[in-house]
């Protein structure tokens, strides 16, 4: 089976780093996915890893070790808008579709 | 990228209904799936929509409950049937366009049942 973890809630202040970790156990692996979700509203498309290593994309950046089955999504010069879900998720058994995690609520405060 | 609709965005049902959420998408797409998000919570994938095929359930769910239509490559449907207040949830649809899994998803149909 496929099982993923993630904190439920984070709490950060406005202009710091914060990084939300996922630690994942799935047989066969074809990508991580981070998407963010603010209240009411649909997931959006954050970050793809595939191979280990850090991505940087802007303030976002997301880093992947397939060997310790862990990624983290790490999120710089924090803003109020950045107050929302952040979604961890896999591809499932068949490479068909995406397994979400439970999802980390950041809220972030002046 | 892609453009994704659904109708409705919300609707208020009664228990042993029936309501059908259509998903519609701006261009060809190979893979669409249904997910389902209850209050407070994460996703869950429903099903996949196969075009041309039968619809792939996730375990839990079955086409009885939650039967699926995909007739072309830009539209599908996913039917929530003899509802109870348990399927109160805000419904899904999304796509892949790449083949390289990265899904995009619709605004969603809440369904709140009474």
């Known amino acids: 089976g496929q099982n993923i973890d993630q904190p439920t809630e984070m709490t950060a202040t406005e202009g710091a780093i914060v990084q939300i970790n996922c630690t994942y156990q799935?047989?066969?692996?074809?990508?991580l996915f981070w998407y963010q979700q603010h209240a009411g509203e649909a997931p959006t498309f954050l970050s793809y890893n595939v191979l280990d290593g850090l991505e940087e994309k802007g303030r976002f950046s997301s880093f992947l070790s397939r060997s310790k089955g862990y990624s983290y999504l790490l999120l710089k010069e924090l803003q109020m808008k950045d107050s929302a879900s952040y979604l961890c998720a896999v591809v499932n058994q068949a490479g068909t579709a995406l397994i979400f995690g439970k999802g980390t609520t950041l809220s972030v405060s002046s | 990228s892609a453009v994704i609709s659904q109708k409705p965005s919300r609707d208020i049902c009664q228990r042993g209904t029936s309501l059908t959420i259509q998903c519609q998408v701006d261009s060809q797409v190979t893979m669409m799936f249904w997910y389902r998000q209850q209050p407070g919570q994460s996703l869950t994938l429903i099903a996949t929509?196969?075009?041309?095929?039968?619809?792939?359930?996730e375990s839990g769910f079955v086409i009885d409950k939650f039967p699926i239509s995909r007739p072309n490559l830009t539209f599908s449907t996913l039917t929530v049937s003899n509802m109870s207040p348990e399927d109160s949830s805000i419904y899904l649809c999304s796509v892949e366009t790449s083949g390289s899994y990265e899904q995009y998803f619709g605004p969603g149909t809440r369904l709140t049942v009474t």
């Open positions: 799935t047989s066969g692996f074809n990508g």
């Open positions: 929509a196969n075009q041309g095929s039968e619809a792939t359930y």
